[in-house]
């Protein structure tokens, strides 16, 4: 299988932990990016990384947010001192240029945080 | 501020008949549009795509119509078969800039058999 993959896919923590996610992307993508979803509402756009370049960062990203794409590879998504309201599932999408403005993005399986 | 609006959250539909779902949008700056599928624990699966360019786009059962002046799209599935049961999400991407994608809050889609 070499679409997005995700890791770990279930993360339950009590608040004031810290939780990092991993995401994989499709091999030859060199566009990652995180999104967030909550009950009853579509994906919300986080960050976006070109290569191994953060190139753009949501309002939703507070400081308690990092992510990371060590040499343009895999990505990591860190959450500091978790509250409740971070519960959601966490998805990365991968794309490639091929020379085109605007590509498809492809999902992975996501990774459902619960904070208790 | 919603720019992506799904106003239906739920959808019955018979089996071999056809599905509709409807999509809004404010921001006159987007020119690609989406329709993505979404099955329980699973991530988004892209479904369809269409550049502003363009006022209709088909693919097999699927077809999605644009009516820019609207900012209207609509994704049409003919005819609908019970494994087309999910949540289906409109997502919108501005002019060149940024390649994020603003979703709307999905439709749930069931065909009944």
């Known amino acids: 299988d070499t679409g997005v993959s995700q890791d770990p896919r279930h993360k339950i923590t009590k608040r004031g932990q810290n939780v990092t996610f991993r995401c994989d992307p499709i091999?030859?993508?060199?566009?990652l990016y995180w999104y967030r979803q909550t009950l009853g509402q579509g994906p919300e756009f986080l960050t976006y990384?070109?290569?191994?370049?953060?190139?753009?960062k949501s309002r939703l990203l507070s400081d308690r947010f990092s992510a990371e794409r060590p040499k343009g590879s895999f990505s990591t998504l860190e959450i500091q001192r978790t509250e409740q309201g971070d519960s959601a599932m966490y998805l990365c999408?991968?794309?490639?240029?091929?020379?085109?403005?605007?590509?498809?993005?492809?999902f992975g399986p996501g990774t459902r945080l619960t904070v208790l | 501020d919603q720019q992506v609006k799904q106003n239906s959250p739920s959808l019955s539909v018979q089996e071999g008949r056809i599905s509709i779902l409807n999509c809004d949008y404010t921001?006159?700056?987007?020119?690609?549009f989406l329709w993505y599928k979404k099955y329980p624990a699973e991530g988004p699966t892209f479904l369809i795509s269409i550049s502003s360019i363009k006022d209709k786009n088909e693919d097999g059962r699927f077809t999605v119509f644009l009516n820019k002046s609207a900012k209207h799209l609509s994704l049409h599935i003919v005819p609908s078969q019970p494994g087309d049961s999910a949540v289906y999400f409109c997502a919108a991407s501005p002019t060149s800039g940024t390649y994020k994608y603003i979703f709307g809050t999905g439709t749930r889609l069931k065909v009944l058999a």
């Open positions: 990384f070109q290569n191994e370049a953060q190139l753009e």
């Open positions: 921001n006159s700056m987007f020119d690609y």
């Open positions: 999408a991968s794309s490639s240029p091929e020379g085109r403005v605007h590509n498809e993005q492809f």
């Open positions: 091999s030859e993508h060199n566009r």
